[in-house]
């Protein structure tokens, strides 16, 4: 479990909302009433990718591991990325900006996570100077 790319949850999540619900992601959840009298109206769009900001915080902390598990999850994050990639270009319920979105945020997670790991590898085993 320690392998499995966080950012899936999100992909899965999106997966399910398109393929039973169909793409009703304007549909509001809840509405936050505000001091200044404004209502905020959080909808599903909002809350997938809010949910994928924690997430992407969350991949990025434990990106600083390195070993065997952490080079899985590397692996499998860029598996991720391959499938947003096609489902993105290739099905109608998924070309928005939500998505893409989405994708961008898994990508992000995909370099982010190679490039702390390279760095933490390479200062692990710098020796000397």
Known sequence: MGSMPLMAIIVIAYNIIA???GPSLDAELFTVALISGASWGV???DALLSAGLVLLF????S???TGTTSIINHALSLIV????????IALPAFGNST????????L???????TVTITT?????????
Request: with cysteine.
């Open 19 to 21: 393929f039973l619900t």
């Open 43 to 45: 909808a599903v769009s």
């Open 58 to 61: 969350l991949e990025l902390v």
């Open 63 to 65: 990106a600083t591991r």
């Open 81 to 88: 990325l391959l499938v947003c990639l096609i489902e993105f």
């Open 99 to 106: 998505f893409f979105l989405i994708t961008l945020l898994v």
């Open 108 to 114: 992000l997670d995909v370099v982010a996570g190679f």
């Open 121 to 129: 590898a390479r200062r692990d085993f710098s020796v000397g100077e």
